[in-house]
C-alpha cells in the first residue's frame, strides 16, 4: 500500500499544478471543492489521452511526455477548436460506443507528434565549488565529530 501512495500522490500534484485547481481567490469551502472536483474530470481527460497514447506509442514513449505540456496544449486549442468547429459537430462523440471512441482516440493518438510534449532532461549535477576557511581548507562536520568521538 505504502508503495501505492506515491502514485496517488503524484496523481494529485499533477492535478494541482498542472490543472491549477488550487485558485487563491477561492476563499468559500464549496467553491473551491468544485474547482477541485473539475480539474479532477479535467485530469480524468488527459488520462483518457495518455491511454490513448500508450496503446499506440507503447508506454515508454508516452511515460516520456510532460503533463504540463499536455494539460497547456488542451487548454490553448481548446478555445480555437470550439471557435473553428460549432458545438453541433461534437456531438458526434456523444453518439459512439466505447470501442468506437477508443479507435478514435488511438487514430488522433497515432498522428501526435510526441517529441513536442516530451519531458525536459536534467542535465548533469555540477559539484559545488568547495569553499575555503581562513586557515586554507574545508573541513567537514562531521568528520570533526567522527574524530572526536574516537580520540
Known amino acids: 500500500m ?41 485530469a480524468n481527460a488527459v488520462a483518457v489521452l495518455k491511454g490513448a497514447l500508450w496503446a499506440t506509442h507503447g508506454e515508454d514513449r508516452a511515460d516520456a511526455l510532460s503533463a504540463y505540456d499536455l494539460a497547456l496544449e488542451i487548454k490553448q486549442v481548446h478555445e480555437g477548436m470550439m471557435v473553428a468547429l460549432p458545438a453541433a459537430q461534437w456531438t458526434i462523440f456523444r453518439t459512439l460506443s466505447v470501442a468506437d471512441f477508443a479507435a478514435q482516440l488511438k487514430a488522433m493518438a497515432s498522428q501526435m507528434d510526441l517529441d513536442l510534449y516530451r519531458k525536459s532532461k536534467r542535465g548533469p549535477r555540477k559539484t559545488p565549488a568547495v569553499q575555503r576557511t581562513q586557515r586554507g581548507s574545508h573541513r567537514s562536520t562531521a568528520r570533526v565529530l567522527q574524530n572526536r568521538r574516537t580520540t
Open 2 to 42: 505504502y508503495r501505492k501512495r506515491w502514485s496517488i500522490e503524484t496523481r494529485f500534484y499533477e492535478v494541482t499544478q498542472t490543472m491549477t485547481c488550487e485558485i487563491k481567490a477561492l476563499c468559500y469551502p464549496p467553491a473551491a471543492l468544485f474547482v477541485f472536483c473539475l480539474a479532477l474530470t479535467a
